[in-house]
T-cell receptor
Framework: AQSVSQHNHHVILSEAASLELGCNYS??????LFWYVQYPGQHLQLLLK??????LVKGIKGFEAEFIKSKFSFNLRKPSVQWSDTAEYFC????????????FGAGTQVVVTP | EAGVAQSPRYKIIEKRQSVAFWCNPI?????LYWYQQILGQGPKLLIQ????????DSQLPKDRFSAERLKGVDSTLKIQPAKLEDSAVYLC?????????????FGPGTRLTVT
C-alpha cells in the first residue's frame, strides 16, 4: 500500500537553529511532492512543491526541499528558523496518474523557542 | 480574493445522529475536495469533485457518508448515522482544475465531536 512517512512527530528548537524534517514515501510510479504548513489558528497552505527538474526546490519564507529519487525522500530544510516558523508541517505525495489526489503524512509539530 | 468558506466551524453531536457540513469554494474553482483529519494524522481525501461530478470517492465510507456538489459550486458533506470514530476535522479544499499543478486552497475546517 502507498504510504507517506514523516520521521518526527514533534520537534523543538531555538531561534536561529537549522531545521530539517524528513519525509519518505512508498510508491512505485512517478510522483509530485509537496510540503504544506499550518500555522496556529490558520488554514493549511502550500509551502513548496516539486514536479520535475532541479531536485532542490525553494519555497516561501526561506524553506527549501530536496528530492532524492533513490531514497524516495523529500526532506524539508531551513537554515535558520524564527519563532514565526512554529507550525505543523505536512508532507504530501501525488501519484501523477491520480489527478491531483494528495496523500498526506501524519505531520510534524515544530515549536521554535525564542 | 475570498478563500474557501466552511460552516459550521464546530459541531458536537451524539452517536447515531446525523450532521451536515457546508463548503463554498473559491470562485471559479472547478475542483473541490473533502478531507477528514483525525487527531494526530494528516488529512485523508474522502471525495473529489470536478464541477458537479465525482472524480474519486474511493475512501468515502458510503454506508454513512454522502456528498454532493449541486450546480458545481457549493458542496455539502453528510454523515448519517455518526459513529464515535467520525470525530475529526473535516477540511474542504478547492483548486482551479484537477491537475496537481493547480494549488489546492484549504478552508478553516469543521471540527466534529461525536459523543
Amino acid at each position: 500500500a502507498q504510504s507517506v512517512s514523516q520521521h518526527n512527530h514533534h520537534v523543538i528548537l531555538s531561534e536561529a537553529a537549522s531545521l530539517e524534517l524528513g519525509c519518505n514515501y512508498s510508491y512505485g510510479g512517478t510522483v509530485n511532492l509537496f510540503w504544506y504548513v499550518q500555522y496556529p489558528g490558520q488554514h493549511l497552505q502550500l509551502l513548496l512543491k516539486y514536479f520535475s527538474g532541479d531536485p532542490l526546490v525553494k519555497g516561501i519564507k526561506g524553506f527549501e526541499a530536496e528530492f532524492i529519487k533513490s531514497k524516495f525522500s523529500f526532506n524539508l530544510r531551513k537554515p535558520s528558523v524564527q519563532w514565526s516558523d512554529t507550525a505543523e508541517y505536512f508532507c504530501a505525495v501525488n501519484p501523477t496518474d491520480s489527478w491531483g489526489k494528495l496523500q498526506f503524512g501524519a505531520g510534524t509539530q515544530v515549536v521554535v523557542t525564542p | 480574493e475570498a478563500g474557501v468558506a466552511q460552516s459550521p466551524r464546530y459541531k458536537i453531536i451524539e452517536k447515531r445522529q446525523s450532521v451536515a457540513f457546508w463548503c463554498n469554494p473559491i470562485s471559479g474553482h472547478a475542483t473541490l475536495y473533502w478531507y477528514q483529519q483525525i487527531l494526530g494524522q494528516g488529512p485523508k481525501l474522502l471525495i473529489q469533485f470536478q464541477n458537479n461530478g465525482v472524480v474519486d470517492d474511493s475512501q468515502l465510507p458510503k454506508d454513512r457518508f454522502s456528498a454532493e456538489r449541486l450546480k458545481g459550486v457549493d458542496s455539502t458533506l453528510k454523515i448519517q448515522p455518526a459513529k464515535l470514530e467520525d470525530s475529526a476535522v473535516y477540511l474542504c479544499a478547492s483548486s482551479l482544475d484537477r491537475q496537481a499543478v493547480y494549488e489546492q486552497y484549504f478552508g478553516p475546517g469543521t471540527r466534529l465531536t461525536v459523543t
